[in-house]
T-cell receptor, first 115, second 115 residues
Framework: AQTVTQSQPEMSVQEAETVTLSCTYD???????LFWYKQPPSRQMILVIR??????QNATENRFSVNFQKAAKSFSLKISDSQLGDAAMYFC????????????FGEGTQLTVNP | DAGVIQSPRHEVTEMGQEVTLRCKPI?????LFWYRQTMMRGLELLIY????????DSGMPEDRFSAKMPNASFSTLKIQPSEPRDSAVYFC?????????????FGPGTRLTVL
């Protein structure tokens, strides 16, 4: 079974600064997808960014980018120019490319953005 | 496009009562997922459907839980009888498996409190 681990329960960053959230996963599969979801106080789960394991290029979405290290099974999220609206719980998630579409989530990292 | 719609947004009930949670997936999506979020267990998959057919219900905690998807635009999650330990936020998500990365889009969740 796949597992996802987020070792930082809480992180804080100053507004306009950069922060990196860590995620590691364990799998024996070679083809899979990785996601970062954001959950603000409204509880809505919002997709931030996704990465296909077969792609070597790291995904980017505006101020959000990932550092995908397949051999190390690491998938960190970098938020540049942090904004107050980035404050939320961030979840890393894994999905196999084979055999169904179950998402396996990490425990989450609570990000605080200080003005 | 409307996103995933869930109702009710909040539900407070007494132990032993029947609770029904409802979900309308995004039009055209062929996968539907029910997740539960608690402080103790994080986000966990309860059940998912493909083309209205249950594919994996191994996450359903016990016989008190049941889920149905009578058509492509509606699903229910029923708890009967409810217990205080069922208190959680229940999310519905949907996706379209096009062969590329199918991203799951989440509804706003239903916060269930069982007294």
């Amino acid at each position: 079974a796949q597992t996802v681990t987020q070792s930082q329960p809480e992180m804080s960053v100053q507004e306009a600064e950069t922060v990196t959230l860590s995620c590691t996963y364990d799998t024996s599969e070679s083809d899979y997808y990785l996601f970062w979801y954001k959950q603000p106080p409204s509880r809505q789960m919002i997709l931030v960014i996704r990465q296909e394991a077969y792609k070597q290029q790291n995904a980017t979405e505006n101020r959000f980018s990932v550092n995908f290290q397949k051999a190390a099974k690491s998938f960190s999220l970098k938020i540049s120019d942090s904004q107050l609206g980035d404050a939320a719980m961030y979840f890393c998630a894994y999905r196999s490319a084979v055999g169904g579409s179950r998402l396996t989530f990490g425990e989450g990292t609570q990000l605080t953005v200080n003005p | 496009d409307a996103g995933v719609i869930q109702s009710p947004r909040h539900e407070v009930t007494e132990m032993g009562q029947e609770v029904t949670l409802r979900c309308k997936p995004i039009s055209g999506h062929d996968y539907l997922f029910w997740y539960r979020q608690t402080m103790m267990r994080g986000l966990e998959l309860l059940i998912y459907f493909n083309n209205n057919v249950p594919i994996d219900d191994s996450g359903m905690p016990e016989d008190r839980f049941s889920a149905k998807m009578p058509n492509a635009s509606f699903s229910t999650l029923k708890i009967q009888p409810s217990e205080p330990r069922d208190s959680a936020v229940y999310f519905c998500a949907s996706s379209w498996a096009s062969g590329a990365v199918d991203t799951q889009y989440f509804g706003p969740g239903t916060r269930l409190t069982v007294l």
